[in-house]
């Protein structure tokens, strides 16, 4: 994945948690903000393919906030895959 990393670890609560992060490295606020919510979205309409009991963690890079969702889910499916 070219705009984001994931990582996952297993936890004893049998749900999905997801963590998003976004450093200063992929622009300014707004662009931060914007790829935070980009993932959010993309977790929130495919939550039920995510594995059940994993903490994931998912890392924002630089250009990211410039991605449209078409494009962004097109990378973030390779975390579910």
Known sequence: MRHFIAI???NEL??????VTASRK???A???NR???????????H???FPKGFD???IAK???????FHEAEKELEKIVA
Request: hydrophobic share 35%.
């Open 8 to 10: 996952s670890g297993k």
């Open 26 to 28: 992929v622009g300014n």
């Open 62 to 68: 630089k250009g990211a906030g410039y991605l449209n």
């Open 14 to 19: 049998g749900t999905t948690r997801l963590g």
């Open 35 to 45: 790829a935070k919510r980009l993932i959010r979205e993309f977790y929130r309409l």
């Open 56 to 58: 994931i963690v998912v």
């Open 47 to 49: 939550k039920a393919r």
């Open 30 to 32: 707004v662009k931060r």
